[in-house]
């Protein structure tokens, strides 16, 4: 049985059967993405929404998102797309937009102020495919590629769409294996290999969503920012410590209903802790 290289899971899948993230299917002894070009979400959103404050600042980015997660984060703000039963329906329901027409839709915004494609809203890696030939595209027109992703992809993957991205968002959701693995059902290693690398190759920021009595310590919150300054042979030749850090704030959803949202005092505290070490700290949802 062929499997799967894209994510830390390595599916291993038969024919016709897919993936952990409901986005990968075994077909003629191959896994293709079965969520190619099947768009749930489309919007021109600001750039600073991703969110990327230091990247092309008052701009609006095409957004666009399929279906598919291979996370399971129980507070995921997305699981209608993502790794609900509703989401199973795009499956037949998304309509296909095609690279040419997504990267033609990108051209006509200019006027509005567009600066290119954003792949986001779901985990777009599962079905980077459909990256690669768009964001090509949007390249020979002269415009600009970003990701918004949880990182936890191959570094193959990263290598093959490194020429076409532009700027990057990641998520760096916490810094334990345990609330990776137990709760996020993910892989802390994988996350942390993939931003090594990212920063390397694009503009990188990362975001960091404070759930209140799981990653929300400023110890916790020290290491992630000692770590992030000490990564090395960053895009532009700039120090770690200029690598922006968005920390937001929690509101419950989905399967978290079991406690509020993150108090806003946390949020700062958490903010004036990280800005100790590195220099564009911002936070979200307060
Ligand atoms: S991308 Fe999907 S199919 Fe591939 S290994 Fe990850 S969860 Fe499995």
């Known amino acids: 049985m062929p499997n799967c290289n894209v994510c830390f899971r390595n599916c291993e899948l038969r024919e016709g059967q897919r993936g952990f993230c409901k986005a ?3 077909q003629d002894g191959r896994i293709v993405p079965e969520n190619y070009g099947k768009i ?10 991703k969110p990327l404050n230091r990247f092309f600042p008052g701009s609006l980015i095409l957004s666009a998102g399929s279906y598919g997660c291979n996370l399971r984060c129980p507070f995921c703000q997305n699981f209608e797309i993502t790794w609900s039963e509703e989401a199973e329906r795009f499956r037949t329901e998304a309509e296909y937009v095609s690279p040419e027409d997504l990267a033609a839709t990108a051209y006509a915004y200019q006027p509005k102020g567009n600066i290119g494609v954003a792949f986001t809203y779901n985990e777009p890696l599962i079905g980077y495919e459909y990256i690669l030939d768009t964001a090509k595209l949007v390249h020979k027109m002269g415009m600009k590629n970003v990701l918004v992703t949880n990182g936890t992809a191959s570094l193959q993957v990263l290598e093959k769409l490194a020429p076409y991205i532009d700027a ?4 760096l959701k916490g810094f334990t294996d ?10 802390r290693s994988m996350v942390m290999d993939f931003i090594r690398e990212a920063v390397k ?9 404070i759930i209140p009595g799981e990653n929300d310590t400023p110890e916790e919150m020290e290491k992630i920012a000692a770590w992030i300054a000490g990564l090395t042979g960053v895009y532009e030749g700039r120090p770690g ?11 419950p959803r989905f399967h978290m209903q079991d406690r509020g949202p993150t108090d806003v005092r946390r949020v700062y505290e958490l903010a004036a802790a990280a800005r100790r070490t590195l220099k564009y700290v911002y936070t979200g949802n307060c």
């Open 178 to 187: 345990r609330y990776y693995s137990e709760l996020l059902k993910g892989s």
């Open 24 to 26: 990968r299917i075994c």
């Open 241 to 251: 410590n200029e690598i922006p850090l968005h920390i937001s704030r929690f509101f």
């Open 40 to 49: 749930t979400s489309l919007a021109l959103d600001p750039i600073e929404k």
């Open 201 to 209: 190759i694009c503009h990188i920021e990362l975001t960091t969503l």
């Open 168 to 171: 990057m968002n990641i998520d």
